[in-house]
């Protein structure tokens, strides 16, 4: 898997004035079938909704690795479509 996007979440100010999801959707859009995008949070509200999203939203959370209170995400397009709910 190659990263070819980062999305930073961990501003304070920044997530109270932008759409973190959506930044996080945009990213997203687009990817190839080995790419992926790491989205940065701090705290485990920010990770868990990200997550969540990413999952009903039919993408594949690959890996979460913790440093502290921040985590980064790694997402990717799922490998087979979802035909809604939970993966």
């Not at 980062?6 to 080995?34: F, S």
């Amino acid at each position: 898997m190659r990263i070819v996007r980062t999305v930073d979440l961990r501003a304070g100010v920044e997530l109270c004035t932008d759409a973190p999801i959506g930044r996080v959707q945009q990213a997203l859009t687009g990817l190839g079938p080995e790419e992926a995008v790491a989205v940065l949070v701090k705290g485990y509200a920010d990770e868990f909704t990200v997550t969540t999203w990413a999952r009903r939203h039919g993408y594949a959370v690959l890996e979460v690795q913790h440093e502290g209170e921040e985590a980064r995400i790694l997402l990717a397009r799922s490998p087979q479509p979802i035909a809604g709910g939970w993966r």
